[in-house]
C-alpha cells in the first residue's frame, strides 16, 4: 500500500557528501514516519534517523550526530537524510522505511524500499 524509492547513493571520498531521497508513493502519507537504516555486508540492520511526517520530530543514532540531517517535503513526498563528512564506516546499503511512529526498532516500521548503496573510500 506504500511504495519507498531510494536514490541517491554513490562512490563519495571520506569527508564527503552526499544527499538520499526517499519518495513515498501509494497511499495518504501524513499519519507515517519514516527512518533510514544501513546494512553492510554481514552486519545487522543499523538505525540512522527517523523523522514524523508531521510535526517535525527527529531522532539519530549517536554515530551520525552533528553528520547527518533528516528532512521532509511533504509537497513532494520525499524524505532527505544528508549525510556530510562521511567516513568508510558510513559504507552501506541504506533503507527508508515508514511506519505509525519515529523509533530506532527496524521491527516496528512496515514498508521498505529496496535500499541505496553508499560507498565510502579512504
Known amino acids: 500500500q506504500v511504495q519507498l524509492v531510494e536514490s541517491g547513493g554513490g562512490l563519495v571520498q571520506a569527508g564527503g557528501s552526499l544527499r538520499l531521497s526517499c519518495v513515498a508513493s501509494g497511499r495518504a502519507f501524513s499519519s507515517y514516519a519514516v527512518g533510514w537504516f544501513r546494512q553492510a555486508p554481514g552486519e545487522e540492520r543499523e538505525f540512522v534517523a527517523a523523522i514524523t511526517w508531521s510535526g517535525g520530530r527527529t531522532l539519530y543514532a549517536d554515530s551520525v550526530k552533528g553528520r547527518f540531517t533528516i528532512s521532509r517535503d511533504n509537497a513532494k513526498n520525499t524524505v532527505y537524510l544528508q549525510t556530510n563528512s562521511l567516513k568508510p564506516e558510513d559504507t552501506a546499503v541504506y533503507y527508508c522505511?515508514?511506519?505509525?511512529?519515529?523509533?530506532?526498532?527496524?521491527?516496528?516500521?512496515?514498508?521498505w524500499g529496496q535500499g541505496t548503496q553508499v560507498t565510502v573510500s579512504s
Open positions: 522505511a515508514a511506519g505509525p511512529t519515529a523509533h530506532v526498532f527496524w521491527g516496528g516500521y512496515d514498508y
